[in-house]
């Protein structure tokens, strides 16, 4: 699952993937990100394109590793503003995909469920 996160951060905007993501914040890559303990505010769309999410984040952690031979960064941010309600939108959305992601893997086994 990958989404375009959009962000600004002292009057730079940036656009990155977001790879993961939780009730709590998400991995972000982007080419430039903020610095941690950076803050600023993000805006995303779920894969579900109906849940808009604008809040406030800050970079709590930086990780640097190697993509097709090109090195990147990525950060780890938490939402600092999500309101409940987004949050619990946000939950849904991530037991949907876990769900169908389990039932898929399930079914390239050859294994089915039985309902006790």
Known sequence: MVLEVRG???????VGDAENISRSGLF???????AV???FPVEFVL?????????????VWQHRYTTS???SVGVGV??????VAKRALIDQWVK??????????????????VRR
């Open 37 to 39: 303990g950076s803050t």
């Open 78 to 83: 938490e939402f600092i503003d999500l309101d």
């Open 69 to 71: 031979g090109r090195p």
């Open 8 to 14: 600004r951060s002292y009057d730079r905007i940036f």
């Open 47 to 59: 894969p579900d394109n109906r849940t808009s999410v604008q809040c406030t984040c800050r970079v």
């Open 28 to 34: 972000l890559s982007a080419a430039n990100p903020p």
């Open 96 to 113: 949907r995909k876990l769900g169908s992601n389990h039932d898929s893997a399930t079914r390239s086994r050859g294994v089915s469920k």
